[in-house]
Every structure is written in C-alpha cells, then in structure tokens.
C-alpha cells in the first residue's frame, strides 16, 4: 500500500516496472495492463489478496507493451479497457513492431496479437467519481503516453514519462518532450509523490524538474 487506496505494483518480469492499483468504493482501477496476459493474471492474484472487488477498468497509458500487453487477460475478465485516442493510435498503428521488439530485446517474450482499448476517451479524464483523472499533454517518452493523477493522495503516476535515468528514447520526439513537461508544471498540481515507471518507483515532485535537466544535457 502506497497511500489509501492506492498500491504500488512493481512487476519484475523483463524490465522491472513501476505502476498503480486504486481500490475503490465499489471496484478496482489498474494503471497499466503489465506486459503479457500471464503478468496480468498474476497481478490479479495479488489484487485478490487485499481486496475482494472486481478489476472493472484498465488504463492503457502507453502504446509500449509493459503497459499494454496484458490487454487479453483484463478483456477475458470483463474489464474496460482504457485509453485515449493517441494511445489507441499508436496501438493500431505500431503494436506489430512493438511486440516485435520487445521479443528482440527481452528473450521470451511472446507473440501477442494486438487487443485494442475497448473505450477510447478524450484526452483528460475521470473515473472513480473524479478519485482518477487521466490526461494527455502532448509527446513524451512516446507520441502516446499519458499521465495518471490521484488528486486526493496527491500522487502522479508518470509512467515512462518520468524516470531516474533517461532511459530508452527511441520513440522520443526530443523538441516536444520538455514542452509536454512544461505543460505539467503549469497545470500546477498539489504532487506529494511522482511514481516513475521504471528503476526507483517513488519520488518527489522535483523528478520533473530532475528529468528536464537531463534531457537538456542530452
């Protein structure tokens, strides 16, 4: 448990993984579908054990597979599937090369055929009676990532946008990603607490910052 309703999921298959879980009033809300159908599963099991209500939504907050590839299982469940349209494009358009190149850098993974987000929203969001607000503010680590903020907790769920390190940017647009921060910073959002998706999972909010020095320099 990071904070009330929210938990931390760190997923340690293929690259570890930093992400969310929100247990609700009357359902649960998962940040990221994890990498494959089995890693899905597995974190089922694990939400099983602290709480007895069902998976109802799953956010896909990027086209990369370690937020999206565990899309069968959560659809097999009666879950929704979530995203907004940037993500379900790049998803579309680009989930063959994806898929294929997590099984050229992480031995084992499988082939997956895509599973679409079964709800496309518009580009800022609320589920849980506004408890969650999803939005999008432009490229980032990809074309299609957003961010996840729990206003009550004061936490931002970052993803891939956020990290430690700079870590891949291959899908990067490097003109537009400080922008994308920017736009962050000027929303001025109460921020306790910035989950990165990968490496050291909790931060401050001066990982913003943090992460705009480093893509100065580089």
């Known amino acids: 448990r990071l904070s009330g309703p929210i938990y931390l999921v760190i997923d340690p298959h293929y690259v570890s993984t930093n992400s969310i879980v929100y247990v609700g009033p009357q359902s649960v809300t998962v940040v990221g579908a994890t990498w494959t159908p089995e890693t899905a599963r597995?974190?089922?099991?694990?939400?099983?054990?602290?709480?007895?209500?069902?998976?109802?939504?799953?956010?896909?907050?990027?086209?990369?597979?370690?937020?999206?590839?565990?899309?069968?299982?959560?659809?097999?469940?009666g879950a929704r599937i979530l995203a907004v349209k940037a993500t379900d494009d790049?998803?579309?358009?680009?989930?063959v090369e994806r898929n294929r190149r997590a099984r050229k850098y992480h031995p084992g993974y499988p082939v997956l055929p895509l599973v679409p987000p079964t709800d496309v929203l518009s580009d800022r969001f609320e589920l849980q009676a506004g408890a969650i607000r999803g939005f999008y503010l432009g490229p980032s680590h990809t074309p299609g990532d957003i961010f996840v903020y729990f206003p009550r907790e004061q936490v931002l769920d970052a993803g891939s946008i956020l990290k430690p390190y700079l870590g891949n940017l291959a899908d990067a647009d490097l003109r537009a990603y400080p922008n994308t921060l920017h736009r962050l910073q000027r929303m001025h959002l109460r921020i306790r607490?910035?989950?990165?998706?990968?490496?050291?999972?909790?931060?401050?909010?001066?990982?913003?910052?943090q992460y705009l020095r480093m893509l100065q320099e580089h």
């Open 42 to 77: 597995e974190l089922a099991a694990k939400i099983k054990r602290v709480t007895s209500l069902p998976v109802t939504e799953v956010i896909d907050t990027s086209p990369d597979p370690e937020w999206s590839g565990g899309n069968a299982y959560w659809k097999g469940i």
């Open 90 to 95: 790049l998803l579309k358009s680009t989930w």
């Open 193 to 209: 607490t910035v989950i990165a998706g990968h490496w050291s999972a909790v931060h401050g909010p001066d990982l913003i910052d």
